[in-house]
């Protein structure tokens, strides 16, 4: 489940689902002042936080930046990270399913036997949640692409609706928490 309240205090939960092993829980956490920017909102000419701040949107495009086991975190995406943020960047896209490239990074494939597009692994967004926590402490914006347009085709319906719900949750919890 992601969330991201914007109002400080105890928040409970509970679950409705016809899976059994989801069904009937609950939880009770505490949503804490975040000391990452605001929400980047527009009013349909310019960006902006929450707060009246004007965003410029400075932006940089690595397609593998959450998805490449050959880029780890320590070696290769913080000190990129790290330059652009000297160089004044706040943004940077980036894409989480492609055709011909599977989806892996240190904490293993985005999909159960790198295919299985019913099944998420928890581990391959770990790395994301890291990936993303980074880009925030250092105040950027993450652009997450879902899939590339030839790769809609990999999908049925359900599973692509799936997939979109699950980032886009995703990632209005992470970025806007």
């Known amino acids: 489940?992601?969330?991201?309240?914007?109002?400080?205090?105890?928040?409970?939960?509970?679950?409705?689902?016809?899976?059994?092993?989801?069904?009937?829980?609950?939880g009770v956490f505490e949503c804490i002042t975040s000391s990452h920017k605001d929400f980047v909102r527009t009013n349909g000419y310019y960006f902006y936080y929450d707060n009246g701040e004007p965003f410029?949107?400075?932006g940089d495009t690595s397609w593998r930046l959450y998805r490449s086991k050959n880029a780890p975190f320590?070696?290769?995406?913080?000190p990129y990270i790290d330059a652009r943020a000297e160089q004044g960047f706040n943004f940077i896209c980036s894409v989480?399913?492609?055709?011909?490239?599977?989806?892996?990074?240190?904490?293993?494939?985005?999909?159960?036997?790198?295919?299985?597009?019913?099944?998420l692994q928890s581990g391959y967004f770990d790395t994301v949640d890291a990936r993303i926590d980074y880009l925030l402490?250092?105040?950027?914006?993450?652009?997450?692409?879902?899939?590339?347009?030839?790769?809609?085709?990999?999908?049925?319906?359900?599973?692509?609706?799936?997939?979109a719900r699950y980032l886009a949750d995703y990632s209005s919890w992470?970025?806007?928490a």
Request: proline share 5%.
């Open 1 to 26: 489940m992601r969330f991201a309240p914007v109002v400080e205090g105890e928040w409970s939960n509970n679950t409705s689902s016809n899976d059994i092993k989801l069904d009937g829980l609950s």
């Open 56 to 58: 410029f949107r400075m």
């Open 74 to 78: 320590a070696t290769h995406f913080k």
């Open 96 to 119: 989480d399913h492609t055709v011909g490239d599977p989806s892996i990074n240190e904490g293993g494939s985005l999909w159960l036997n790198d295919s299985d597009l019913d099944r």
């Open 137 to 163: 402490d250092r105040d950027f914006v993450p652009g997450l692409f879902f899939a590339w347009a030839q790769t809609f085709d990999d999908f049925l319906q359900p599973q692509f609706e799936r997939f």
């Open 174 to 176: 992470r970025i806007q």
